[in-house]
C-alpha cells in the first residue's frame, strides 16, 4: 500500500461475505473503479469536483481576495 493510501477495512474471512459501507455524498461513484487480485479486493472513489476545495475571488473596498475553501 502506498504511503499516501489509507487502509479503511482489512477483513479475511472465509465463505460467503458481503459487506455494505455509507459512502456519503462527496465522491464520484460514476468514476469508480475495482480491482481484484491475489484474494485482495481493491476499490477506488475519486472525490467529487464539487466536494474539492477550490478559491474563490472576494471582492472589497480595499481591492481583491482569494479565499481557499
Known sequence: IAEETERVVAERTYGTFSRQVF????L????????????VLSIKIPIA???KPRKIAVGGSSGRHQIAG
Not at 23 to 26: Q, R, S, Y
Not at 28 to 39: H, W
Open 23 to 26: 459512502l456519503g455524498e462527496t
Open 28 to 39: 464520484d461513484v460514476e468514476k469508480l473503479s475495482a480491482d481484484y487480485d491475489a484474494g
Open 49 to 51: 469536483e464539487q466536494a
